[in-house]
């Protein structure tokens, strides 16, 4: 088998093992394509100020992405992600820098 054949075809074998939960080492988080960005604001309970202030997004970029005229990029995704399940660890984060 040619090179190029032997790493595709480990590439192959880590991926099938990462799919089934065997190995955790060596592929990137998928970061989702949308979220909903209103939702997770409104379950803090913040108007768009206060979280935009909160977390460090300016108030017109989360107007924007609430009323679907653009869409966060991935590292925000991310972090608005981190908000909607574990906002203490962000608020910790912040509060020590």
Not at 3 to 12: E, F, N, P, Q, T
Not at 21 to 30: L, R
């Amino acid at each position: 088998m040619s090179k190029a054949g032997d790493r595709i075809l480990r590439s192959v074998k880590k991926a099938r093992a990462y799919a089934r939960g065997e190995a955790k080492e060596g592929f990137v988080a998928h970061v989702p394509g949308t979220v909903d960005v209103r939702a997770i604001r409104s379950k803090t309970g913040l108007t768009q100020m206060q979280f935009a202030l909160r977390y460090g997004f300016t108030s017109a970029a989360l107007r924007d992405w609430e009323q679907g005229r653009r869409k966060p990029e991935a590292t925000a995704r991310v972090l608005l992600l981190v908000i909607d399940k574990h906002p203490e660890a962000v608020e910790d984060a912040l509060s020590a820098a």
